[in-house]
């Protein structure tokens, strides 16, 4: 995927992210391209825990594998942000 796309692909996953989590008020498109690639990055590394394939490519699977991944990433976010 090349680094246009990639942009497109973190901006709507952590858009959708931000919508299911309730912090779309609070973070702007910086904020969702970078939870979007940080997701997808997490969310590879989930599924290959798994024994399934990550990111691989623009289509649905790897929405939900990204957007899987930013969720885990926005609930440890909020466990360290409570815990500190």
Do not use: C, E, K
């Not at 709507?12 to 299911?20: E, F, K, N």
């Not at 590879?44 to 790897?62: C, E, H, K, R, T």
């Amino acid at each position: 995927m090349n680094i246009i796309l990639f942009i497109i692909f973190g901006a709507l996953v952590g858009w959708i992210t931000s919508l299911i989590m309730g912090t779309a008020g609070r973070q702007n498109i910086v904020g969702d391209i970078v939870l979007g690639v940080l997701g997808a990055l997490a969310g590879g590394l989930v599924m290959d825990f798994f024994g399934q394939p990550g990111v691989a490519g623009f289509n649905l699977y790897s929405i939900l594998v990204a957007l899987i991944g930013a969720v885990v990433l926005v609930l440890i976010g909020r466990a360290l942000s409570r815990a500190f």
